[in-house]
């Protein structure tokens, strides 16, 4: 596994300072990112007509994701007690066969399995690696919706990242700081764990009185009885398992609606309340002026979860409350918020195109500077080009990064952005402005690809862009011309 790095810019990159350690265990990427699966190959070759296959075939992590069925819907019943740190969890997930399966996968890290049900009926499973394997009763037919009720726990252990981070479930010292970019949910829940597979979620987390459990979206009830405080979370539109976030510490909790209609919810440690006041009393300010530019707010409600977990290094998207490791700046919770859009409503078909998540989310702090009182989207583009050629970012294309560490590195992110401002020059403001919203309208609450950007970005602008994005997402080093 490669050595932990720095983060693509100061601030608004998922990661944001050189690890120096971990929090609590950890569990390596090593089946995901070692095993290439094909059709040619060993691993798929032994695959049946009615066996789902145990990854989504990701170019980047083949191994994620799963084949044979599409997920409707989690509901996840979690029980954690941060003294001993063990979790509790029944997980119900409502799925559709897309062919006929005798056996499928879910993904799940760690953790004892109790029990599975397929339709209410006792399934047989077994653990291959990441592989949660299930075998029904009755053989399910293509087309046909189903139910999995899985009954798990044990302690939690975090998955470490191709550039030495950690994700998943990552312990604090007064609960769980819960971020998933790219497979850490597998390790606190059984999923289907890759972005094509988008679903609504429930969550009832139930935790001792005097800590707070946040998720996603909607609060809609939280109860003390017997020493226990559950709390009631429903995430209604469709989101990526990566995007899934159950974090839980003593959190200062401030609730209202925004002047445009939109609920918040912050859950911020103590310990940063402080340094995260002033960013984060800019957040209506932010979410009016990104439905702005990018058009409406996707999701039913918004916020954040400001922990103290120095150790991390990095802020997520977790959708609807991105999630920060300490106090974020204000370019921080603008690129995380702009993530709603791109990256969370909008999100990937491939790791591949991860440039599509970071280089809009980049790209919106240059914009917010620009807009702000500081320098141009021209004048930051013009910084980083005076990078010599040695730079790490012209290191590799922005658009096929490669596996392990790139993913997160600086072309992806400030690269990523250049080639957005490379765009905005070609084509005018107009056009660009209209090409970020009827992207974000076209796919919303789904996918999207590279090619389906470049081909929006031409049919809008009535221009062959063939050559700009030619050299600006898919050759390594620095272009002769800014």
Same mark, same amino acid.
């Given at each position: 596994?490669?050595?932990?790095?720095?983060?693509?810019?100061?601030?608004?990159?998922?990661?944001? !300072?050189?690890? !120096?350690?971990?929090?609590?265990?950890?569990?390596?990427?090593?089946?995901?990112?070692?095993?290439?699966?094909?059709?040619?190959?060993?691993?798929?070759?032994?695959?049946?007509?009615?066996?789902?296959?145990?990854?989504?075939?990701?170019?980047?992590?083949?191994?994620?994701?799963?084949?044979?069925?599409?997920?409707?819907?989690?509901?996840?019943?979690?029980?954690?007690?941060?003294?001993?740190?063990?979790?509790?969890?029944?997980?119900?997930?409502?799925?559709?066969?897309?062919?006929?399966?005798?056996?499928?996968?879910?993904?799940?890290?760690?953790?004892?399995?109790?029990?599975?049900?397929? +339709?209410?009926?006792?399934?047989?499973?077994?653990?291959?690696?990441?592989?949660?394997?299930?075998?029904? #009763?009755?053989?399910?037919?293509?087309?046909? =919706?189903?139910?999995?009720?899985?009954?798990?726990?044990?302690?939690p252990e975090n998955i470490t990242d191709p550039d030495g981070s950690a994700d998943g479930w990552i312990t604090t010292?007064?609960?769980?700081? $819960?971020?998933g970019e790219p497979l850490g949910a597998m390790s606190w829940f059984p999923a289907d764990d890759h972005p094509l597979?988008?679903?609504?979620?429930?969550?009832?987390?139930?935790?001792?009185?005097?800590?707070?459990?946040?998720? +996603?979206?909607?609060?809609?009830?939280?109860?003390?009885? %017997?020493?226990?405080?559950?709390?009631?979370? +429903?995430?209604?539109?469709?989101?990526?398992?990566?995007?899934?976030?159950?974090?839980?510490?003593?959190?200062?909790?401030?609730?209202?609606?925004?002047?445009?209609?939109?609920?918040?919810?912050?859950?911020?440690?103590?310990r940063e309340a402080a340094g995260a006041a002033p960013a984060l009393a800019q957040i209506p300010a932010i979410l009016?002026?990104?439905?702005?530019?990018?058009?409406?707010?996707?999701?039913?409600?918004?916020?954040?979860? $400001?922990?103290?977990?120095?150790?991390?290094?990095?802020?997520?998207?977790?959708?609807? #409350?991105?999630?920060?490791? #300490?106090?974020?700046?204000?370019?921080?919770?603008?690129?995380?918020?702009?993530?709603?859009?791109?990256?969370?409503?909008? !999100?990937?078909?491939?790791?591949?195109?991860?440039?599509?998540?970071? =280089?809009?989310?980049?790209?919106?702090?240059?914009?917010?500077?620009?807009?702000?009182?500081?320098?141009?989207?021209?004048?930051?583009?013009?910084?980083?080009?005076?990078?010599?050629?040695?730079?790490?970012?012209?290191?590799?294309?922005?658009?096929?990064?490669?596996?392990?560490?790139?993913?997160?590195?600086?072309?992806?992110?400030?690269?990523?952005?250049?080639?957005?401002?490379?765009?905005?020059?070609?084509? %005018?403001?107009?056009?660009?402005?209209?090409?970020?919203?009827?992207?974000?309208?076209?796919?919303?609450?789904? +996918?999207?690809?590279?090619?389906?950007?470049?081909?929006?970005?031409?049919?809008?602008?009535?221009?062959?862009?063939?050559?700009?994005?030619?050299?600006?997402?898919?050759?390594?080093?620095?272009?002769?011309?800014?």
């Amino acid at each position: 596994m490669p050595a932990a790095t720095s983060r693509a810019s100061a601030t608004g990159s998922r990661r944001r !300072s050189v690890r !120096s350690g971990f929090l609590g265990t950890a569990v390596t990427l090593l089946a995901v990112t070692a095993v290439t699966v094909t059709a040619e190959s060993p691993a798929m070759a032994a695959i049946g007509a009615d066996r789902g296959a145990p990854g989504q075939g990701d170019p980047y992590f083949p191994l994620a994701g799963n084949g044979g069925y599409t997920t409707g819907h989690y509901d996840l019943d979690l029980a954690y007690d941060p003294a001993t740190r063990q979790l509790d969890g029944a997980a119900r997930i409502t799925a559709r066969a897309t062919q006929e399966l005798r056996t499928f996968d879910l993904d799940l890290s760690g953790l004892t399995v109790r029990g599975v049900r397929v +339709n209410a009926r006792a399934a047989r499973w077994t653990r291959q690696g990441q592989e949660l394997v299930i075998t029904p #009763r009755q053989a399910l037919r293509k087309g046909e =919706g189903f139910r999995v009720d899985i009954s798990y726990g044990g302690v939690p252990e975090n998955i470490t990242d191709p550039d030495g981070s950690a994700d998943g479930w990552i312990t604090t010292d007064d609960g769980a700081f $819960v971020a998933g970019e790219p497979l850490g949910a597998m390790s606190w829940f059984p999923a289907d764990d890759h972005p094509l597979d988008k679903a609504s979620y429930a969550f009832r987390i139930t935790v001792p009185a005097g800590y707070t459990a946040v998720a +996603n979206g909607v609060l809609t009830s939280q109860r003390t009885t %017997g020493g226990r405080t559950t709390f009631r979370w +429903n995430q209604a539109e469709p989101m990526a398992a990566y995007l899934a976030t159950a974090t839980i510490g003593k959190f200062d909790v401030q609730q209202y609606t925004t002047a445009s209609g939109i609920p918040v919810y912050t859950a911020v440690d103590p310990r940063e309340a402080a340094g995260a006041a002033p960013a984060l009393a800019q957040i209506p300010a932010i979410l009016d002026w990104e439905s702005t530019l990018f058009g409406p707010y996707p999701f039913a409600a918004a916020g954040a979860i $400001v922990d103290h977990a120095p150790d991390v290094g990095y802020a997520l998207e977790t959708q609807t #409350r991105p999630l920060y490791d #300490r106090a974020p700046d204000v370019g921080t919770v603008v690129h995380e918020t702009a993530h709603q859009w791109f990256g969370d409503s909008v !999100s990937l078909t491939s790791w591949q195109d991860i440039w599509l998540n970071e =280089g809009f989310a980049t790209y919106a702090e240059w914009l917010w500077t620009e807009q702000h009182g500081g320098p141009t989207a021209q004048a930051q583009f013009d910084s980083y080009y005076a990078r010599p050629a040695t730079s790490s970012l012209w290191a590799f294309p922005t658009a096929d990064p490669g596996q392990g560490a790139n993913i997160f590195a600086s072309p992806v992110y400030d690269r990523g952005a250049m080639t957005l401002q490379k765009l905005r020059t070609a084509v %005018g403001d107009a056009h660009f402005f209209t090409i970020l919203k009827a992207w974000a309208r076209g796919h919303r609450y789904g +996918n999207g690809t590279t090619a389906q950007f470049v081909a929006l970005s031409e049919k809008v602008s009535g221009k062959d862009l063939g050559a700009l994005f030619h050299t600006w997402l898919w050759t390594a080093g620095k272009p002769a011309q800014p």
